[in-house]
């Protein structure tokens, strides 16, 4: 007999047993490997049932013969209709609660799945941040190593800074020792020669001049606009010597330049020229609280107007009043030369102030 006629008739044998039992698989269908091993456990499963349903009746079938006294007893005692309904109905029990805790299991097992996903799922993500926060650790340590890489050398240019900071600390001590030594003779010069500094820098040192009081005037120091003198240096260790162009007098006719060691000389000739003049100023300035008068210093000219009509040029020759004169260059009536040759002679005094008061009270113009 082959194999299909042998499956064929254990099929026919387990359907006549139990008609509710399913029908095996059709003939000739393929299956995969799985797929027969599983029609071979529920083959196993099938036979099982069926012996363990024939080894149930055999042993009631033995427990009731156990129970006999004879044969005799065998053949006139009725069996039991009831024994085969109520062990069926303990099977049917049996199956129906085997289904519900194979179900239970089932949902439990797909509960357990679930979880196992979600968990794997936390498990991926976890090992993600894992991965991501080693990356950061690497990346911090690789920027920790160069950071105090970049802390050495700048330990080192520090260590390097803060020996020139030294050295140049002792320049500056040495500086303000200076500038304090500078600031005491500074101050004894404006002392004495009365000369205020402005301003100074690497390149250029700013001046004021004041002159001192004329000694036939009543005038103070501080009434005369002073004079601002400017050093500059140039880069080929030359001065420069500048009168501020708003002066009121003419001291130099163009800057002075020179050598350092000429430097001394320049400013004494300008102080000396500055004193000098500032007399004159001093004396101009009296004039015009009392006279109109109106001084030309290009020219060194002093121009009196006694009326509408006379106008006075008086010359102030240079070094006045120490070396120089004043005398009486024309006097212009309505544009008139007139003589002034009694002028000339009848003027005792040969000071500015002394020719001013003295063509104003004269009735010889």
């Known amino acids: 007999m082959d194999k299909t006629a042998k499956m064929s008739a254990i099929q026919t044998v387990l359907q006549r047993c139990d008609p509710n039992l399913p029908a095996w698989r059709v003939e000739g269908e393929e299956l995969d490997p799985a797929g027969e091993k599983l029609l071979f456990l529920q083959d196993r499963r099938r036979v099982q049932k069926v012996v363990w349903r024939q080894l149930f009746v055999l042993d009631s079938m033995m427990c009731e013969l156990e129970s006999l006294q004879s044969a005799q007893q065998l053949l006139t005692q009725p069996s039991p209709p009831q024994s085969e309904g109520k062990a069926r109905?303990?099977?049917k029990a049996l199956k129906a609660e085997s289904r519900t805790t194979a179900q239970n299991t089932e949902e439990l097992v797909d509960t357990l799945q679930q979880n196992i996903i979600?968990?794997?799922h936390k498990v991926t993500q976890l090992l993600q941040q894992l991965q991501a926060k080693k990356q950061q650790r690497e990346d911090l340590q690789a920027n920790?190593?160069?950071a105090h890489k970049a802390l050495q050398v700048?330990?080192?240019?520090l260590t390097q800074?803060?020996?020139e900071l030294d050295a140049e600390l002792g320049r500056v001590t040495a500086w303000q020792r200076s500038r304090e030594a500078f600031q005491s003779y500074v101050a004894a010069v404006q002392e004495v020669?009365?000369?205020?500094?402005?301003?100074?820098?690497q390149s250029k040192v700013s001046l004021e001049l004041r002159p001192r009081p004329c000694a036939n005037v009543t005038l103070t120091s501080n009434d005369l606009e002073p004079l601002k003198v400017s050093i500059i240096w140039n880069q080929d260790d030359r001065f420069t010597l500048r009168i501020d162009p708003a002066s009121p007098v003419s001291l130099l006719q163009e800057d002075m330049s020179g050598r350092p060691t000429e430097l001394s000389a320049a400013l004494v000739e300008v102080v000396e020229n500055y004193v000098g003049?500032?007399?004159l100023l001093t004396e101009i300035q009296s004039l015009r609280s009392s006279f109109a008068v109106d001084w030309r210093p290009a020219q060194r000219v002093l121009v009196y107007l006694k009326s509408a009509s006379i106008l006075c040029h008086l010359e102030v020759e240079r070094g006045y009043p120490n070396g120089g004169a004043v005398r009486l260059r024309d006097v212009e009536r309505d544009g008139q030369l007139l003589d002034t040759t009694a002028l000339q002679s009848q003027n005792p005094n040969d000071s500015l102030i002394g020719w001013v008061t003295f063509l104003c009270s004269t009735h010889l113009i």
């Open 161 to 163: 800074l803060r020996a």
């Open 144 to 146: 920790l190593n160069e």
């Open 118 to 120: 979600d968990k794997r």
């Open 89 to 91: 109905g303990h099977w």
């Open 193 to 201: 020669a009365h000369v205020s500094l402005l301003s100074f820098n």
């Open 154 to 157: 700048h330990d080192g240019q």
């Open 277 to 279: 003049q500032a007399d």
